[in-house]
């Protein structure tokens, strides 16, 4: 991205999101992301992690995230072409044209791929490097194992025996900050379970995972 043009990501509520009230169910995503609800940094500064929870908000329709280009009319090609001075008139309004019509809306889309790809790249290398490390681990002993998949809504979990073998399996609602009355009961069973033995809870790293933790 190395160019004298001024490149800016910019990050909004999306226009659906906007429109949210307190009585839809997908109202309480916003506060996920409300460190990019006004968001704008240079292109070149921007991290990799901060464009994926950009592209997370907007695959949930939470946000709306885009590049602005600025000081970019002067890097057209146009402005090479020598251009007799009666075509000169109607030229520049072509040229114009092309710049806002063609011109902007490629490098806007052109460095966004740029952008999304590097952070994806990073992201990956980033969960193979820590994959590896996991597997030099010696495996977790325990007697009880609670799997536990995330959800905004509702929390799927699983009893496990050391092995491996489900036990049992149930889904109980989530509010984002606790789990239902029923929730809390059930884990606390299967916990005592174990009586003295020790107990490993599993939980999936996607929507969720940091509230459930």
Known sequence: ?????????????????????????????????????????????????????????EENDVLMWKVEVANVDQLHPGHKLRIAPEHLDIFQIALKDSVNRLFIPKIQRTVRRQLLSRAEEAAISCFAHNLRHLFWREGVVAETVIALDPGFSACKAALLTSTGSVVETAEFG????????????????????????????????????????
């Open 1 to 57: 991205m190395e160019t004298s043009a001024v490149l800016s990501v910019c990050c909004e509520l999306s226009n659906k999101a906007k429109k949210w009230t307190e009585k839809d169910k997908s109202y309480r995503l916003i506060s996920n992301f409300n460190d990019y609800l006004n968001f704008k940094k240079d292109a070149r500064r921007v991290e990799n992690y901060q464009i994926l929870a950009m592209e997370r908000g």
């Open 174 to 213: 989530f509010n984002g900050k606790s789990f239902d009355r029923r929730g809390e009961d059930l884990l606390k069973q299967w916990v005592s379970r174990s009586g003295d033995g020790r107990v490993v809870m599993a939980i999936g790293n996607g929507k969720a995972s940091f509230e459930t933790q």
